[in-house]
């Protein structure tokens, strides 16, 4: 079992970056495929990046190019680099560890079982 801890959110003008930081604990948290998730208000939670303990990654086509995922396993802790940011990646950022990460199709939910409390990325314009 594993528990993940997401921190990093705040508030940003657009234009800005932040980085979130997702630590694990827990058993082989390289064994597991790391997801970032995020939900805006009266949306549903929608994955956006992934990871596989390989380093394959995914991008939701709205994040590709601005986010960077990356992981270190030494340090059990994912990361999301969010750069350029928009007021439209105003959400919540949820990180799971789970069990599927394609790299031509977003992460789903049904396939992550461990997931963090989240954390608030405003970005204002």
């Known amino acids: 079992q594993v528990q993940v801890v997401e921190s990093g959110g705040g508030v940003v003008q657009a234009g800005g970056s932040l980085r979130l930081s997702c630590t694990a604990s827990?058993?082989?948290?390289?064994?597991?495929?790391m997801g970032w998730f995020r939900q805006a208000p009266g949306k549903e939670r929608e994955g956006i990046s992934c990871?596989?303990?390989?380093?394959?990654?995914y991008y939701r086509d709205s994040v590709k190019g601005r986010f960077t995922i990356s992981r270190d396993n030494a340090k059990n802790t994912l990361y999301l680099q969010m750069s350029s940011l928009k007021p439209e990646d105003t959400a919540m950022y949820y990180c799971?560890?789970?069990?599927?990460?394609?790299?031509?199709?977003?992460?789903?939910?049904?396939?992550?079982?461990?997931w963090g409390q989240g954390t608030q990325v405003t970005v204002s314009s």
């Open positions: 990871m596989r303990s390989s380093g394959k990654t």
């Open positions: 827990g058993s082989a948290f390289d064994a597991y495929a």
């Open positions: 799971a560890a789970g069990r599927l990460c394609e790299t031509n199709w977003a992460p789903e939910l049904r396939y992550y079982n461990y």
